[in-house]
């Protein structure tokens, strides 16, 4: 496979020499597992008083590692390093900042394989999604760079406001930057957030979920492999709660990069900014209740497959997965058929093998909101038309795995079409207009990806125009909701799914991390004192 090209999940599901590099990799993966990790605060191991264990999700009785359960004392002492860090860190040259990520971009490259074989064993993800997961995570850095480049730093002139005098624009840093990164892209939006604040210039705190703290590690790894000082970033495995608190309200935190929940993410922009002496950056992710609108003018098997790899992809654990589906009367008969045949079809299994479409869900959290979504629907006289059950003998009797699960029937304001459930479950509605799909659709708090599918232009350019969504597609075969790529898709949500309005993996996201600084100087010609 050739180094350094583009590569998405359908470009991998093409491609069959990646089988046998994957279970090499599977391996060596394998050898890896179930040990104790340290954290790194300034470059040194440490070891905290207890430790937790992750287990794989495809069978619990699997041991991932053991990792470090971090106390404040960690955390302050981690942000008092990336702070010392920032003074050096920040004041070198962008030119050589975006040479130390690309390093980092390549080494990540080189492990291609191993990386995607671990993301497997820790979260579930099948190989083409992991494959996919570790690729994106690579071209994150390596646009990020690109980007900071092409805008040669951030530096502009500006009018001067006398012939005596010069003036300009410079983009500066902020300092330490928290990121927390979540299970469900556990390389690829930890890379994502750490790259972007290290390549403006901040330190960072990187601080993985519980659940997949291993990818993680592995990311902070490239990042020291690939010349970022270990003073810019620390690396700290601890509860959520003990994070939270004390980033929050720590002075010499001056921003937050995160990717999660709606509800902790609004609690940390609410408590940063009460807590803090001045308002700071808070750069937030926080899922979706994405929407698919279907109409009469579509093409029905497209559609059927977009919606059915942007539903169960990754078992619905994606912020940008198909939960919602609006499908116009006419064809509304024939399109559920379709679903249910396409959906039915699908193989569930382990991961680690090369014909399963869905895994697992991540824990047993996820697999009861299955259950109580199911038992919900069921009992407000909703109809699973396909799905619905709860995987437990054979080969799942030691996993976490539930069928996909496609439900109509339901009010159009029922609750669980309002709420993000993050499992494999889609709830189908049907319409008379588009005016009225796209009413429904819009009344979420939500706001990160939508699609429809219509070869008629001028219902896609209706739907462009008043679709309230930061992310959207047409006629998306390949994902109806899913699968956006650094720059070609800034990936980034309006409402309640995002925070600044501006994408990762987009031409504006890198300013989330940065402030500007005008510079005018006055009569100061030539060199000298």
């Known amino acids: 496979m050739k180094k350094g090209k583009k590569l998405t999940y359908v470009d991998f599901l093409a491609d069959e020499t990646i089988h046998d590099e994957y279970e090499k990799a599977l391996e060596e993966a394998g050898s890896r597992l179930g040990i104790s990790h340290p954290m790194y605060i300034g470059g040194i191991e440490l070891r905290a008083g207890s430790e937790f264990e992750v287990t794989s999700p495809f069978d619990k009785r699997l041991l ?44 990540l490259d080189d492990r291609k394989f191993l990386l995607s074989a671990l993301i497997t064993f820790e979260c579930g993800k099948n190989r083409y999604e992991a494959l996919a997961e570790v690729s ?28 005596e005098a010069t003036g300009r624009s410079v983009m500066r840093p902020h300092g330490v930057f928290a990121v927390i990164s979540p299970f469900n892209f556990p390389l690829s939006l930890a890379a994502g957030m750490a790259a972007a604040a290290l390549i403006c210039g901040n330190t960072v705190i990187l601080k993985p979920t519980s659940t997949a703290p291993f990818s993680a590690l592995q990311l902070y790894k490239a990042f020291i492999a690939g010349g970022v000082p270990s003073s810019a970033i620390n690396y700290l495995t601890c509860p959520g709660k003990s994070f939270g608190d004390v980033i929050v309200s720590h002075p010499d935190i001056d921003g937050i990069a995160f990717t999660g929940s709606r509800n902790v993410g609004i609690w940390l922009q609410k408590a940063f900014l009460t807590q803090q002496p001045y308002p700071k950056p808070v750069v937030a992710e926080m899922g979706s209740k994405n929407p698919v609108i279907v109409t009469a003018h579509a093409d029905i098997g497209k559609a059927v497959e977009g919606v059915v790899k942007a539903a169960f992809g990754y078992s619905g654990q994606k912020c940008s997965a198909t939960s919602r ?8 008969e024939e399109f559920i058929d379709a679903l249910k045949e396409k959906v039915e079809a699908l193989i569930i299994g382990d991961p680690r093998m090369k ?11 996820a697999r009861e909101t299955f259950t109580n979504s199911v ?7 909703g109809r699973i038309i396909t799905g619905g059950k709860v995987l437990t003998t054979g080969v799942f009797q030691h996993g976490l795995f539930v069928q996909p699960t496609v439900v109509t029937g339901l009010p159009k304001d029922h609750p669980l079409a309002k709420r993000e459930l993050f499992v494999p479950f889609i709830i189908l509605f049907r319409f008379t207009t588009l005016e009225e799909a796209l009413q429904e659709a819009n009344a979420t708090e939500y706001g990160l990806t939508a699609g429809i599918f219509s070869e008629k232009r001028d219902e896609v350019e209706y739907f462009f125009e008043r679709i309230r969504f930061g992310v959207t597609y047409a006629n998306r075969q390949g994902g109806a909701t899913t699968g956006a790529w650094p720059g070609s898709q800034s990936f980034g949500g309006w409402k309640a799914s995002g925070s600044t309005g501006k994408g990762i993996g987009g031409p504006y996201y890198l300013l ?16 000298g004192p």
């Open 325 to 332: 589906v609006y499908v116009q009367e006419p064809v509304a």
């Open 136 to 163: 994106e995570a690579i071209d994150l850095i390596r646009y990020h760079a690109d980007l900071y480049e092409r805008n040669k730093g951030y530096i502009i002139s500006l009018k001067p406001e006398s012939p």
């Open 375 to 381: 038992q919900q629907a069921r009992n407000d006289g």
């Open 64 to 107: 991932v590692g053991r990792f470090q359960k971090g106390e404040p004392g960690h955390i302050r002492a981690a942000i008092k390093s990336t702070r010392e860090g920032f003074f050096y860190w920040g004041r070198r040259g962008w030119e050589e900042r975006i040479a130390i990520l690309r390093q980092t971009a390549e080494h």
């Open 355 to 365: 014909d399963p479409f869905i895994g697992p869900v991540i824990d047993e959290n």
């Open 512 to 527: 989330s991390y940065l402030r500007e600084q005008t510079q005018t100087r006055i009569g100061m010609t030539g060199e």
